[in-house]
């Protein structure tokens, strides 16, 4: 048990770091995309549609990135809280040796 739970602070720590950096990207997709609708909105072309489809695109698609990244952390928070429950349990219900 305490093995794994060594794996699943290792795993949250990468995948925390990877979440932060898909976070500043969706930041700057979020930007990105909104300046491709003010263009396609002015220029009113083929292009500039096309151009804001695709940053739209690739921002939800990073977002739902995101998404699984923050459902990843959760799931293994929650299977850390059931470890160190099974952990407590089994320590505490093990025979105490006298402090002498």
């Given amino acids: 048990m305490r093995e ?17 950096v898909l976070a500043d ?13 003010t263009r396609k909105l002015v220029a009113q072309t083929p292009l500039a549609d096309r151009e804001w489809r695709e940053a739209r695109t690739d921002r939800d698609r990073h977002r739902s ?19 160190l429950d099974r952990l407590l349990a089994v320590e505490s219900s093990a025979p105490r040796r006298d402090q002498t």
């Fill in 65 to 83: 990135l995101l998404d699984e990244s923050r459902q990843q952390v959760r799931d293994l928070l929650a299977e850390q809280d059931r470890l």
């Fill in 4 to 20: 794994r739970l060594t794996r699943i602070q290792d795993e949250l720590r990468r995948i925390r770091a990877t979440e932060r």
């Fill in 25 to 37: 990207q969706v930041a700057y997709l979020d930007e990105a995309a909104d300046q491709a609708e």
